[in-house]
């Protein structure tokens, strides 16, 4: 019994790979610690396989020591765990059950880049530790995810056909080709997965892919939050205009699951069943990560931190009940033309949205000089553009314009974006003033704004805070008129302040 793969972690994620595998014609060793898990997926697997298979694709094992002698070597595990010690439990588990230096253990998992590459240089010699993140949730597993692989490049080579025959396809000009019958898989089309370089790589680009992913649901529930409270729109309604903007330019997988999220219904009380569910949002860390990432090399990306914090701020339920009879801040507003301001919140969608993704790009140009990787920004925005939960059309015009140039200093400089910008800021705009005017927060809209009429400005008030640094702390600051480099310091309690160079 040769299998091609072993799976450690049958919950939903790895059940759901093992079988997307499975489809592709390879065969999968599972174990998992829970044996109603492993019964779960053979039954899974038996009750869809194709009348003209005999032969069962997965099959289950006990222990990991029963497992290893099931694999084709070099062995290829995949683990599915909880990210963190988990993962280095199994390591040390499958070692001493008899793993080898050139099997290859895939962690699967959202685990941080920095596990991944300690992992990495702590296991080698003893087995090749490689990152694959994987995003688009269960449905994404199971049909076609997009795979974010970073490791060993030697152990790619293993992986490379399995990855690309299971990841998402899409069409050349981006459109995604959905897969949804099962043991009967898409195989035509671009496949959603690229190797992203050493170690951590590939779990540093789907961390950036989940700030970007914050930063986009933040933005379109402050585009409800606007069309509710400005406008007095239903869900419904909302719901409706979200299936409208999905057919354009802000056609994306999270829109079209907002336009259909707003037009349910409780069937307990009848009333919308976004009004049922507690405003509180959780966080798996994530965003919290590129956040600080970003923060610790010194990109600004503020509204991926704004999401970050507006998750946060959202979990003070009582302090914000306690607050909202106390602190009083809306003013009415005059007569607005719905018809204008439902124009200017989607062109303020897309405006915001053109920044976080500019952010998420940025972060990652800083962390490959960081950590010494080689990123093809064209190929990252191309393995979004199906199977995650950031796919959208847009993704195709950044894949575009990194192919066009490679070294883009900024997303925003790219033509396509500089001039999307230019003709739909109004809309950013208004909706920012709106906002501020009747008191509802969007603070990725404000940032989004902020971002850009910063990142447009040759002058910033950066000269001021230079002075004040150097008043208070001898700081130093450099001249407008001397070379690049050279410090001066103003002795700005002496007499006549005299400015010395240091
Ligand atoms: C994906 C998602 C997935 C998960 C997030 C949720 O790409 O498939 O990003 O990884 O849904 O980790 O994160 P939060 O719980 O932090 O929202």
Redesign the pocket.
Known sequence: QSCNIGFVGLGVMGKSLALNLADHGYKVAGFDLDPNKVKDVLDTEQSERRSDISEARIIGCKTLKEMLPKLTTPRVIVLLVPAGEPVDIICRQLIESGLEADDIVVDCG?SQWTDTIRRESEYRGKLKFFGTAV???EV?ARFGPSLMPGGDADSWKYLQPMWEAVSAKVAEDGSQIIKNIPGDPVTEGEPCTTYLGPNGAGHYVKMV??GI?YADMQLICEAYHLLRSLLGYEPEEIGKIFEKWNQGELNSYLVEITADILQQYDHATGAPLVDMILDSA??????RWTSISATQMGVPAGIISESVYARALSTLTQERENASSRLIGDIELGDIDPTAVEEAIKNALYCAKICAYAQGFQIMRAAQEEYNWQFNFSDIAKIWRGG??IRASFLQKIAIAFTENPNLENLLLADYFADALEHKQKGLRQAVILAAQSGIPTPSFFSALAYFDGYRSEILPANLLQAQRDYFGAHTYERVDAEAGEKFHTFWQEENRPERKV
């Open positions: 959202n995003s688009g949730g994404g892919h989940n992913e959780g966080q798996k860390g994530t965003g995650c939960i």
